[in-house]
């Protein structure tokens, strides 16, 4: 192969000590076990306590991680980007703190902001910069503090929701590996059922956002389960479609971590057995753009090399996505 590919050549990922359980949430809100593991999958979330603790903090230590792991000095690093809809303040990006904390000092970075797709979102910007070979090491970083923007008060949503990040290191490869192909979309209808209603500029933060309770994720939760299970779906067929995958080609899916119906009618679109799909719900629940470097962070042990991988999210916006990438290494 003469075209360059971006491939991912390690994985680190963090969460934060702190375990909110079910059993802790029917104390805060009329909601019970049996419910939120039958409906969602999910046990448990990690939670980031303290002062002053943003989403940079979880994105720098899977950062640190990665790069001592794979013992590239953060002078080399070119470029870091962070996926997030929680970003330590609206400016500077997250990515630009995370990038001071690390001592990336050449790199320059920036945010992108595609809810539950946004790492997905991130990969791709990231491989393109790879592929035209003016860079030659990238960060993709997914981190979230979902803790931040979520109403404990509103037990539609507290249950899902968890805090945690993820970072891939990019590199470009001549062999056949890295990723190979990717369909992202996105749908600005879908806004009114996922969204934060205050504190952007159209609804900048008063008294009275903050009474209403405003700055916290809203989400109509069935019909973007409508939604998200369709087009998961869908986006994850047209990509094995689009490349000639059969179920028995592809080695893992790697779902975004929403809900466990969603990602099993995934897996039985793409006529894939449950033991190829990775799960990390039930101990980190829904961390938006941090759930599918966690997975792969999870599952890195089992990975080969050359092992068929399909990515799939979906999120707010509405976006969603797939992306389809050959593992680069074995298990270390
Ligand atoms: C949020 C979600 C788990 C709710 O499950 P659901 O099966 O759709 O449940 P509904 O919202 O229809 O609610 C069903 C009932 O359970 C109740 N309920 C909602 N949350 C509850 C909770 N935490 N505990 C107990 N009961 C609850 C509702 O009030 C409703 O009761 P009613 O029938 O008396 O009105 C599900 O809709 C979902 O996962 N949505 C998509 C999430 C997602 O993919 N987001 C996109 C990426 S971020």
Request: proline share 3%; hydrophobic share 40%; glycine share 10%.
């Amino acid at each position: 192969m003469d075209k360059l590919r971006a491939m991912i050549t390690g994985i680190q990922g963090y969460v934060p000590e702190y375990r909110l359980t079910n059993k802790e949430l029917e104390e805060l809100v009329e909601t019970n076990d049996e419910w939120i593991v039958s409906r969602t999958g999910i046990k448990e979330r990690r939670i980031l306590k303290g002062e002053d603790q943003g989403s940079s903090v979880m994105g720098a230590e899977a950062v640190k991680g990665l790069l001592e792991k794979t013992g590239i000095d953060p002078l080399d690093v070119d470029l870091i980007i962070c996926a997030t809809v929680t970003p330590d303040m609206p400016f500077p990006a997250t990515a630009n703190i995370i990038a001071d904390l690390v001592g990336a000092k050449n790199s320059y970075s920036f945010d992108i902001g595609a809810a539950c797709s946004g790492f997905l979102y991130a990969l791709q910007i990231g491989s393109q910069f790879i592929q035209t070979g003016s860079h030659k090491k990238v960060i993709v970083v997914g981190a979230d503090k979902m803790s931040s923007i979520v109403d404990y008060t509103d037990r539609a949503t507290c249950i899902l929701f968890g805090d945690g990040a993820g970072a891939v290191m990019l590199e470009p490869t001549t062999e056949d590996l890295g990723i190979v192909d990717s369909i992202l979309k996105s749908d600005g209808t879908g806004a009114p059922y996922l969204h934060m209603k205050a504190g952007g500029s159209r609804r900048p933060a008063t008294h009275e956002t903050v009474d209403a309770k405003e700055h916290f994720a809203f989400q109509e939760g069935s019909t973007v389960f409508k939604f998200a299970v369709t087009n998961m779906a869908d986006v994850s067929a047209e990509i094995m479609e689009k490349n000639g995958l059969k179920g028995e080609d592809v080695a893992w899916l790697v779902p975004h971590q929403a809900n466990l119906r969603i990602i099993n009618a995934t897996a039985n679109r793409m006529g894939i057995g449950s033991d190829k799909v990775m799960m990390n719900i039930e101990k980190y629940g829904n961390t938006t753009a941090a759930t599918i470097p966690l997975c792969l962070w999870d599952y890195e042990n089992q990975l080969k090399k050359g092992d068929n991988l399909v990515l799939a999210a979906f999120g707010g916006g509405f976006t969603w996505g797939s992306i389809y990438l050959k593992w680069a290494y074995d298990p270390k």
